[in-house]
């Protein structure tokens, strides 16, 4: 069984994201152009998060965390739910953790009264497009974040 923990600017949380991010560097380079990341980077997100109203959740399984979230129930570009940062340690992917993470998300976003959720996925990130299209998104425009194309999808709740 997963817990969802707030993920706020204690040295101990904020470790725990930088191992789970660092266990993907291939996500590090495509998403911020280099393989690891640092206390600074976590910080820096934790200040954007609080800008725009975006929670954060450390995901545990077993006692150690597994998995970090970032979600808000209404993006102020379109007033929908949105997930802006979902990333499984390394270690725990194929586990499952994903899977049952998502699954934990949209029930906690569905008793929010939201009825749809969207995020928006890099469009050369192939795994991370064909996880969410098994958990029934669907692409509804494409982006340009930061220089790189993205793919926008949704599901209705």
């Not at 998403?31 to 975006?54: K, L, P, W």
């Amino acid at each position: 069984m997963l817990e969802f923990e707030p993920n706020c600017r204690m040295r101990k949380k904020m470790k725990a994201e930088v191992e789970i991010m660092n266990s993907n560097p291939a996500f590090n380079r495509l998403a911020r152009g280099r393989e690891t990341i640092g206390f600074e980077e976590v910080e820096s997100e934790f200040q954007e998060c609080e800008r725009r109203g975006v929670r954060r959740l450390l995901v545990k399984k077993d006692r150690r965390y597994v998995a970090v979230i970032d979600y808000c129930l209404q993006n102020p570009s379109d007033s929908e739910a949105w997930i802006s940062l979902f990333v499984v340690h390394r270690a725990h992917q194929g586990t499952g953790v994903a899977h049952e993470a998502y699954g934990e998300l949209e029930a906690l976003v569905g008793i929010s009264g939201r009825n749809r959720l969207r995020l928006a996925v890099h469009a050369s990130n192939e795994a991370g497009l064909a996880f969410w299209m098994k958990k029934g998104f669907h692409s509804f425009k494409e982006v340009d974040i930061g220089g790189k194309p993205h793919y926008c999808l949704e599901k209705e709740l």
